[in-house]
């Protein structure tokens, strides 16, 4: 009984990791693999065009005994999908299907046979070509997404040769043993090749940033949390999406909250970024010690910051210091901001000790008072080249005095005062840190069109579109 009840918990402790919460989505709509499928199909076209084609040479049987022919020079001027579609196989993955595809192609030939031999151009016209492939999506031990073949049908309804040479009475009679061996080899080669396309996709995506660093400061997790999910109208990719300060890839000690995204459709792409992404970037900045600043020659375009400009609403201050002296603020975050994404709302209350010092004649510094803050703002997103770019607006302050050099002082007067400091210092100065943004889980060459950022209660949802250039 014992032997079971540990298999029991082993069991469970290899489960848990399957049931990991994302900290961030990203939803692909029928949109987007309609998009997809038109994008990809255009570089399938490409490659083929572009793709050079091995000769090859062969032997039939005929009437007029064996003919011997070789094919070479393959060009691909042509080639149309005027009927694909892609949908979703619930559960399994994509699927795509063509009926009425067509190909021109020109080539080199010659044949020979006991009584003849000829040579020269031909155009090869390919039509109703019927292909059913179907991908599946899952990840790799290293957390990216991953995809592979798992069928592939394909039928060629006629294949047509026009030969041009010399002996033009005989064409007709033979052309049929070669458009043969073409309609075989294009039987035998064409799921092939989507193999070695898929592969190819495959390729590129293990190239996406899994681990990828923001700035000097923070490094993202972007490895997925489990496999694709596929359903009936969508593609789900749970990612983790967790920041942590560089060089340390320490387990956060919370956990993401479980989210659904809206039902939605009309966008190519759906993110959801949800409270524990934003409450991990805090963890890490504020661990990685970007939250501390230290104001002083910095903020000369707003006001001279001396003692006589706090002894002028503090007295103490002022006959402690009869000389004016240069002043230094030296801003420290005591704790993570705590962040709450509520509808149209995303909040950052920021808890902070401000100590202020005075600079002495020998340029060290004496400190004059210290004070603890509670700020709560609000914050505005935008997403500008693939970024998501955050600003801070001030809303509520609060000031505690914990130490003083000139005593015991109110502070409603200097409360007033660093909340303009806060406004015009504090706040420009970490908004130009979130203006260098987060990056958004992207591939090369892709561009976001007219996202749209809407804050819901314990996620962000950006809806977009997206443009591939060729």
């Not at 049987?61 to 080639?79: C, E, L, M, P």
């Not at 044949?111 to 090869?124: E, N």
């Not at 496999?227 to 956060?252: C, E, H, M, R």
Request: neutral net charge.
């Amino acid at each position: 009984m014992l032997k079971f009840w540990y298999f029991f918990l082993l069991l469970r402790l290899l489960m848990q990791p399957l049931d990991a919460n994302p900290g961030l989505k990203v939803r692909i709509t029928q949109k987007g693999l309609d998009y997809g499928k038109e994008i990809g199909l255009e570089i399938l076209k490409q490659r083929i065009k572009e793709e050079s084609f091995p000769d090859w040479s062969g032997r039939e049987k005929s009437g007029v005994g064996d003919v011997d022919y070789t094919i070479s020079g393959v060009r691909i001027n042509t080639i149309e999908f005027p009927d694909a579609s892609v949908s979703l196989i619930p559960g399994i993955g994509i699927k795509l299907s063509t009926q009425r595809a067509y190909a021109a192609i020109s080539v080199n030939w010659s044949i020979r046979t006991w009584l003849f031999k000829d040579s020269g151009r031909a155009t090869v016209s390919i039509s109703g070509v019927f292909i059913t492939a179907v991908f599946t999506m899952s990840q790799d031990s290293t957390g990216h997404p991953s995809m592979s073949l798992d069928s592939c049908q394909m039928s060629i309804k006629g294949v047509e040769v026009k030969l041009n040479g010399t002996i033009s009475w005989l064409y007709k009679f033979f052309t049929k043993y070669l458009e043969k061996p073409i309609h075989r080899s294009l039987d035998t080669h064409s799921c092939p090749n989507i193999r070695q396309g898929i592969q190819q996709i495959d390729a590129q995506l293990r190239t996406l940033q899994v681990p990828t660093q923001i700035d000097a400061f923070a490094q993202i997790d972007y490895s997925l949390v489990n496999s694709p999910g596929v359903f009936q109208s969508y593609i789900d990719l749970d990612l983790k999406g967790a920041i942590y300060p560089v060089g340390n890839w320490t387990d956060l000690a919370f956990v993401p909250a479980p989210f659904i995204l809206p039902n939605k459709s009309d966008s190519m792409l759906y993110f959801g970024i949800s409270e524990y992404f934003f409450k991990s970037a805090s963890l890490a900045y504020y661990t990685a010690g970007a939250f501390n600043i230290t104001i002083a020659e910095e903020l000369s375009s707003y006001f001279n910051v001396t003692t006589e400009t706090f002894g002028s609403i503090i007295p103490e201050i002022a006959q402690y210091y009869v000389e004016a002296r240069p002043a230094m603020l030296n801003l420290r975050a005591t704790a993570a901001p705590m962040v709450s994404l509520q509808p149209d709302t995303f909040t950052l209350e920021i808890h902070a000790s401000m100590e202020v010092l005075a600079v002495l004649p020998d340029s060290t510094t004496q400190s004059m008072f210290t004070v603890n803050i509670i700020a709560n703002t609000s914050a505005s997103l935008t997403i500008f080249e693939q970024k998501l770019i955050g600003s801070l607006c001030l809303n509520r302050f609060q000031l505690f005095l914990v130490d003083s050099s000139a005593g015991f002082f109110e502070v409603s007067l200097l409360e007033n005062f660093l909340s303009y400091v806060l406004r015009n210092g504090v706040i420009p100065a970490a908004n130009a840190k979130l203006k260098k943004g987060f990056p958004l889980p992207n591939l090369d060459q892709i561009t976001l069109l007219r996202p749209v950022v809407k804050v819901n209660e314990g996620y962000l949802l950006i809806s977009t579109d997206i443009d591939y250039k060729l």
